[in-house]
């Protein structure tokens, strides 16, 4: 089921566990090579290329990131460098949530209305730190990034809630 590989995937992204020396148990790499495994079943999706490109790209990313030394050196830079990094994750998130809406809208509106709005979330939350680091607002910073911890593990409970519905594409039907 690939919206259940894909959650799967963002949750070790979310989740982190790190050692005495700096490393994460649940690195991202990890989840990215299953979100990567998830959208490659999405075989029903004309967005596929480009969402496989993406979450390559911020899996990528998430590699430089998982070293201790070079992701203190970025954390340690300027915070637009931080936030920057970000965007393909949060390009990938925006273009997934608008696809499965795509799909959802004709057969199920509750659902494709509430993808709509979640992306529309993913979208504020991602471009917010531009506006908060832009204009001094350092202050909001920190709870920005809990908030996009929430809207991230909102994006996780609705791929699991979504996953087994017939919209989805590349959803294989269960053989009973």
Known sequence: MPLVSIALGLVVVL????????YDVLADPLGWALVVAGVAGLTGSTRRGLLIALAVVAGAVSVVLWLPGLRAQVVSADPAVTWSINLPQVAFIA???WDLRD???ASDPPAGRTLTGTTVLVVAVGLAPAVVLGGGLDTLAA?????AGFVLLTVVVLLFAYSRRDWVPGRHQPTA
Do not use: D, K, N, W
Not at 15 to 22: C, F, I, L, R, Y
């Open 103 to 105: 799909h959802a809208r």
């Open 95 to 97: 273009l997934l949530l």
């Open 143 to 147: 709870g920005l990034y809990v908030l």
């Open 15 to 22: 989740a982190s566990v790190p050692t005495a020396g700096g």
